[in-house]
């Protein structure tokens, strides 16, 4: 059973960093896009970026484009999301998923399988 594990959430400062990374186990990850989402209270799920099975293709939602970095590393079955100089619009819990297809998308139902989320809060 595929299973997809966040970690590095935190609170931090308006302008700081952090660096989410979205670990895959139980299936195949390297065949598969990989998107982050995120989803703040009261708000519906959103697409931040995503990077397709091999690594060549990105997509980034216009509001972190120049803010983040998403990546992978198909040996260690591991995706990462480098968000810089964060804002307070960011805070949300982020979702990692694995999509249902190689190449990248933004459509929340090309993905198939979802991690818990990991909660990012940044202060003002």
């Known amino acids: 059973q595929v299973q997809l594990l966040e970690s590095g959430g935190g609170l931090v400062q308006s302008g700081g960093s952090l660096r989410l990374s979205c670990a895959g186990s139980?299936?195949?990850?390297?065949?598969?896009?990989v998107g982050w989402f995120r989803q703040a209270p009261g708000k519906e799920r959103e697409f931040v970026a995503g990077?397709?099975?091999?690594?060549?293709?990105?997509s980034y939602a216009d509001f972190v484009k120049g803010r983040f970095t998403i990546s992978r590393d198909n040996a260690k079955n591991l995706v990462s999301l480098e968000m810089n100089n964060l804002e307070a619009e960011d805070t949300a819990v982020y979702y990692c998923?694995?999509?249902?297809?190689?190449?990248?998308?933004?459509?929340?139902?090309?993905?198939?399988?979802w991690g818990q989320g990991t909660q990012v809060t940044v202060s003002s």
């Open positions: 998923a694995r999509g249902r297809y190689g190449s990248v998308s933004r459509i929340t139902a090309q993905y198939g399988y």
């Open positions: 139980g299936g195949i990850f390297s065949s598969y896009a």
């Open positions: 990077v397709s099975w091999n690594g060549d293709r990105t």
